[in-house]
């Protein structure tokens, strides 16, 4: 432990001061050209009349200098560094050009461009209809998930600054956007409003997606993803969605890592005949106990298997219709910081989706329908619960379980107008129902004699409906986005006990809630000089509570680590944020970095305190039940991400993040509060994108800012490294390897649930050998 001590200190002295550097170095540019720099500028016009087309997106590809026409059609590219390029041209309604460009030292390149008029390209719809949404976001590309073992989607994000992961068990890890969990940030896969089945948060809407599907992942910090949903904060997932161009394609990947023995192999084949195509896939993982840094072992077994299917026509070239279902099966799932494990999860999920694109006023029409339906059983059959224990009450063994489910039905439409030069306007309507119910029972294992049967989830049935209006339009050299969304909630459970009316202190006509939720949010990008941008951001959003904070009878919560027991509150008022994002970019040369600064108020805020006269339902779970409440809260924090290209093909990468936070109605730290971190990395890529090798190390502070009287407990810091390594093989194969935990460290995330009976903190895997080989024909 005392070299990776002397690491931890070398990062938290010395590290920050190499990251200020690379900012200062940015900050200090004049506006002389630098030598090995030049400057591409021009303009852009309709080649129909020659009028100037002002938004047009002008990037050079591969790199991160880009920018937008202003009214004039007039663009600037400056400081790019000398070499040769391709400069990309596009915009909604226009063909897309590429074009060479050599840029010269210490000269300009001077462009003319004319745009031809064309219907929206089906492909490119996703990334033109919602970039806007994505202003202050981060996001995980597909080649990031590639090159790493991932066995449960969560663990995909762990690089993403500004988020940390919650491990209760071998799978589901959940993860925290800014100190907001659990359904304060809402989850959309492949635009469906998804929600996990278990009533303890067992599986997160990631659970039940296999990595292999996943195109891309972005998370979006803040109440500006509205036209996605309501949500405090926004995780929007997309599967495969390519459309074949040959008659026949597909790959076949499989993987393996030495620690907990986990194996996966996951493959698709796809193709098109004429208007018609089609994607069929599947994928089968397991994995077994994992062994920590200090040698102990950590259960962590489990078994998954998935097929999908994604089917489609082309009726005309503008036009789309595709359907897509999928099944999931995953069985015997440990859960260390729960009361009891995972028997089962079934997941069937079908969406069908339109899209047609015009030349007019209106740009694009979207329509989508959905459901998926998942089953959940939790026993406590390897669980302490399930052995007589004569020093426990009760001392005889116990036999737990708790079948849940949950079915959702919804859809969307929306349309994306474009009514003059300049301005894009996306409106849309969208809606769901969803229904969960869960049954605990509880009975003596020895004599099978009934003990008591409690009602989780009532037959809740939650139906919201929304509507947004999103403009956004560039004036001068600032894009500015403005959205505003109205929800409407409604929710009611089918049956509760008087037990439950009883120790809610509530009565049966404060069951029946309805909810109007409004939110709005302005975003605006401003190039401020030649190296420099401002990204900021406010609004506000609201969200209501989850059926567990108001019709929950004693189960567990993601906002205890010790798996305390929590009653509902049915009339808890919906929870409010008030949000602004202040962010300034540096590009110059072969240096891109952005700092970002933010502050949150939480207008009845959902937290919790202690409920001294509800008594426990199950044994061995802490004595101290906890009751929703409303309260205030306020959060700020900051994030920096940072890249420098010191020679072509090697990278240097660091990042970081600080989050503070505050319960002031309780008076003590936000419960779930993640330490500080900061990551360094370089990579090598010569050449093309499968021959590379990275190394990285994260560094995470110690916390000692917790909520005493809720049982959060403080965390050591630790440091990390990893190892990863990419080469491409004849005929069409490709390898993947690496080492994660190259230290073998022995730490455990400070969000980590804790071992419900010896009560202590679950640890991550420590040094684990991966390789993964994938062939592509």
Do not use: C
Request: aromatic letters at 6%.
């Amino acid at each position: 432990m005392g070299e990776v001590y002397t690491m931890y200190r070398f990062m938290k002295n010395i590290a920050p001061g190499i990251v200020v550097a690379l900012l200062l170095l940015g900050l200090s540019a004049v506006p002389t050209v630098a030598q090995d720099t030049g400057h591409v500028v021009g303009e852009v016009l309709a080649a129909e009349d020659g009028a100037a087309l002002q938004g047009v997106n002008v990037s050079l590809v591969g790199t991160m200098h880009g920018t937008a026409t202003d009214a004039e059609g007039r663009f600037e590219l400056r400081n790019v560094p000398a070499d040769e390029y391709v400069l990309e041209v596009s915009s909604v309604g226009y063909a897309t050009i590429r074009m060479p460009v050599a840029v010269q030292a210490g000269e300009s390149v001077t462009l003319r461009i004319e745009l031809q008029e064309v219907a929206v390209d089906l492909d490119e719809l996703q990334v033109v209809a919602r970039a806007a949404d994505r202003r202050l976001a981060t996001s995980v590309p597909t080649e990031a998930l590639d090159e790493q073992p991932v066995q449960d989607l969560g663990e995909g994000l762990r690089t993403l600054t500004g988020l940390n992961l919650q491990r209760r068990g071998a799978l589901g890890l959940d993860p925290n956007v800014r100190g907001l969990t659990g359904t304060q940030v809402g989850t959309l896969v492949d635009g469906m409003r998804s929600f996990g089945a278990g009533p303890a948060r067992m599986d997160t809407p990631l659970s039940h997606i296999d990595p292999s599907t996943v195109e891309r992942m972005s998370v979006v910090r803040g109440p500006y993803a509205l036209t996605l949903g309501g949500t405090l904060s926004t995780l929007d997932v997309r599967t495969r969605s390519r459309v074949p161009d040959r008659a026949f394609t597909g790959r076949l990947t499989s993987g393996f890592s030495s620690n907990r023995d986990a194996a996966d192999v996951d493959g698709h084949i796809m193709g098109r005949t004429g208007s018609v195509f089609y994607d069929i896939g599947g994928a089968y993982r397991t994995g077994n106990d994992y062994t920590a840094g200090d040698g102990s072992s950590v259960r962590a077994d489990f078994t998954s298997a998935e097929v999908r299917g994604r089917f489609g026509i082309e009726p005309t070239s503008t036009s789309r219709l595709t359907t897509t279902v999928s099944y999931q099966d995953q069985r015997d799932i440990a859960y260390v910081g729960r009361p009891l494990d995972a028997e089962y999860f079934e997941t069937v999920r079908g969406t069908v989706n339109y899209r047609q694109t015009l030349s007019g006023v209106v740009q694009v029409v979207e329509a989508q329908a959905y459901a998926y339906q998942t089953l959940h059983r939790m026993t406590n059959d390897n669980k302490p619960t399930a052995e007589p224990d004569p020093d426990r009450m009760p001392p005889f063994p116990l036999d737990i379980s708790n079948d849940t489910e949950i079915a959702t039905v919804g859809g969307k439409t929306s349309a994306i107008l474009q009514p003059s030069n300049g301005l894009t306007l996306d409106v849309g309507l969208e809606g769901y129902t969803a229904f969960r119910n869960a049954t605990r029972i509880r009975a003596r294992r020895d004599t099978g004699e009934l003990l008591g049967e409690d009602i989780v989830w009532g037959g809740v049935r939650t139906t919201e409906v929304g509507g947004f209006v999103q403009a956004e339009r560039a004036i001068g050299s600032a894009d500015i986005t403005g959205t505003a969304r109205l929800d409407l909630v409604h929710m009611n459970p089918d049956r509760v006990s008087q037990g439950f009316l009883d120790r809610a202190e509530t009565s049966v006509d404060a069951l029946d809630q309805t909810d109007a939720l409004w939110s709005t949010a302005v975003s605006t990008s401003i190039p401020l000089t030649d190296v420099l941008s401002l990204t900021a951001g406010a609004g506000t959003a609201a969200r209501a509570p989850e059926s567990l904070e108001r019709y929950g009878d004693r189960m567990g919560s993601t906002r205890s680590q010790l798996g305390n027991e929590f009653m509902g509150a049915p009339s808890l008022s919906p929870e409010r944020i008030w949000q602004s994002d202040v962010g300034l970019s540096v590009r110059r040369g072969r240096l891109d970095a952005t700092l970002t600064g933010f502050a949150r108020y939480h207008e009845d805020y959902i937290t919790f305190e202690e409920a001294p006269d509800v008594p426990s339902a199950l044994p061995m779970t802490p004595d101290e039940v906890f009751r929703y409440v409303n309260g205030e809260a306020l959060f700020w924090g900051a994030e920096l991400e940072a890249s420098y290209g010191i020679a072509r093909g090697v990278t240097l990468q660091a990042s970081a993040d600080y989050l503070w936070g505050r319960d002031i109605t309780l008076d003590e730290a936000a419960y779930g509060v993640a330490p500080a971190s900061l990551q360094l990395g370089a990579r090598v890529q010569p050449m093309g994108e499968h021959l590379f090798l990275e190394g990285s190390l994260r560094g995470v502070t110690t916390q000692t800012r917790v909520s005493d009287t809720r049982g959060e407990a403080m965390t050591d810091g630790y440091v990390l490294g990893n190892l990863r390594l990419g080469l491409p093989l004849p005929h069409g194969l490709t390898l993947r390897g690496g080492i994660e935990n190259l230290f073998n460290t022995t730490y455990s995330d400070h969000l980590n649930a804790r071992n419900q009976f010896t009560r202590a903190p679950i640890l991550e895997p420590g040094r684990s050998v991966f390789i993964r080989l994938r062939y592509a024909f």
